[in-house]
Nanobody
Framework: VQLQASGGGLVQAGGSLRLSCAFS????????MGWFRQAQGKEREFVAT????????YYADSVKGRFTISRDNAKDTIYLQMNSLKPEDTAVYYC????????????????WGQGTQVTVSS
């Protein structure tokens, strides 16, 4: 399974970006797709996760109410709509796939995209 993330960029605080992650390679009948981020000098942290089987969604508290994860089944793509961005949202954002049900730790994800940089200026 290959994951291709895109949509990052530079935005001012309060602005919005939408990240996309397309997956391909074989039919991914896996359980969960998620977004993580890693700021410079920090560990990779959970952002949001979506169950491909039942649509359940979890968000990190830090992004709840500002970010929305969604999917397009026909395009095998997930999205992360990020609104009201803050400078502390600056990080490399990664999409990932897991065969588990709604994990929130990086070690429980089996497939990773290459990351896309999001920079929020103050």
């Amino acid at each position: 399974v290959q994951l291709q993330a895109s949509g990052g960029g530079l935005v001012q605080a309060g602005g919005s970006l939408r990240l996309s992650c397309a997956f391909s390679g074989r039919t991914f009948s896996g359980r969960t797709m998620g977004w993580f981020r890693q700021a410079q000098g920090k560990e990779r942290e959970f952002v949001a996760t979506l169950s491909w089987t039942d649509g359940t969604i979890y968000y990190a508290d830090s992004v709840k109410g500002r970010f929305t994860i969604s999917r397009d089944n026909a395009k095998d793509t997930i999205y992360l709509q990020m609104n009201s961005l803050k400078p502390e949202d600056t990080a490399v954002y990664y999409c990932a796939g897991s065969l588990r049900h709604l994990p929130t730790t990086p070690s429980q994800y089996n497939f990773w995209g290459q990351g896309t940089q999001v920079t929020v200026s103050s």
